[in-house]
């Protein structure tokens, strides 16, 4: 049998994006290829909306920015900020619906697809919007995308798979955060692709849920050999300390911080303070 075509998609703040965040797109997409029953055509980044309330959160503007810039050397990983520009936040399951309504009408965005403004694209997108019930999008604004990502051939069947952390996973257990509807709509329709995270036990967590159990061949679990705890929240903090964090994001991420003095750190236009 023809291994099935993929599109993985990550959900999450990126408050900002880590070489942790890109790393779990790579080590998904090795792990997977090597089954041998899935090809990885190709990885979404979808910054979540400014009105899923955070601590800390910077503007959506800027963490679509960040992770543009990190994504920016990737010939398969992209930013899609639809979920950012809706008027309210969107539930985990209406991205996915999204992002494969893109894949089975062929038109899913590149962050540089020469006709990606055309009014054909633009009215398509637009429909898909329409279908899954989410609030109008001026793609005018979608279409800003800034980077050198070539198209994903949409011509052949592919499927959405949710990429995630295992304290994503763990998070289904939180009372009230997740309709058990959207969960099992999550697995059995979609899947999901967990990348272990230190302290976290998912195969228990799953041995511990009767629905998670049901739709566990849909879960793929990745067990990172090489973990450590890269998360946004450290990063936020050493800015705000004038740390250096230099290897945990990309240069480009780095400078857009500074310059934009955001989670506290201090411009170094004006200064001669090295990175
Ligand atoms: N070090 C890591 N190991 C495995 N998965 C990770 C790691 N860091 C982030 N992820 C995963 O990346 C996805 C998006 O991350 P998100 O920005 O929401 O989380 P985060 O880095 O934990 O942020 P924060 O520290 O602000 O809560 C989530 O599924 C999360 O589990
Ligand atoms: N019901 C849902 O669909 C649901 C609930 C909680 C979090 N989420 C998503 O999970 C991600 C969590 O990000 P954080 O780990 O940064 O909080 C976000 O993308 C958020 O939209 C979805």
């Excluded at 792990?31 to 980044?45: A, D, H, P, S, Y």
């Amino acid at each position: 049998m023809a291994p099935t075509k993929v599109v993985l998609l990550a959900c999450g703040s990126f408050n900002p994006v880590t070489n942790m965040h890109l790393r779990i797109f790579e080590l998904a997409r090795d792990q997977l290829q090597r089954t041998g029953l899935f090809t990885v055509v190709g990885g979404v980044v979808s910054p979540v909306n400014d009105a899923y309330v955070k601590k800390d959160l910077v503007e959506s503007y800027h963490r679509v920015q960040m992770a543009k810039l990190a994504t920016q050397s990737s010939d398969w990983i992209r930013v899609d900020p639809w979920e950012s520009e809706q008027n309210s936040w969107a539930e985990t399951l209406k991205v996915l619906n999204y992002l494969q309504l893109q894949l089975d009408s062929g038109c899913l965005m590149s962050n540089e697809s020469p006709n990606k403004n055309s009014p054909k694209k633009r009215r398509k997108r637009r429909r898909i919007s329409d279908e899954i019930q989410v609030d109008e999008v001026d793609y005018n604004i979608t279409n800003t995308v800034i980077s050198n990502q070539s198209l994903i051939n949409t011509s052949e069947p592919m499927k959405a798979k949710l990429l995630c952390g295992a304290d994503l996973l763990e998070s289904f257990a939180v009372p009230g955060l997740w309709q058990q509807e959207h969960i099992e709509e999550i697995l059995g329709k979609y899947g999901l692709v967990v990348i272990s995270r230190e302290g976290s036990n998912p195969l228990k967590f799953i041995y511990e849920s009767d629905t998670l159990t049901a739709l566990q061949d849909n879960i793929h679990i990745i067990t990172e050999w090489m973990p450590n705890e890269i998360s946004s929240t450290r990063i936020r903090r050493a800015l705000g300390r004038g740390e250096s964090v230099k290897y945990l994001l990309q240069d480009g991420v780095i400078d857009y911080i500074k310059k934009h003095e955001l989670y506290g750190a201090v411009s170094t236009v004006n200064s001669n303070l090295s990175k």
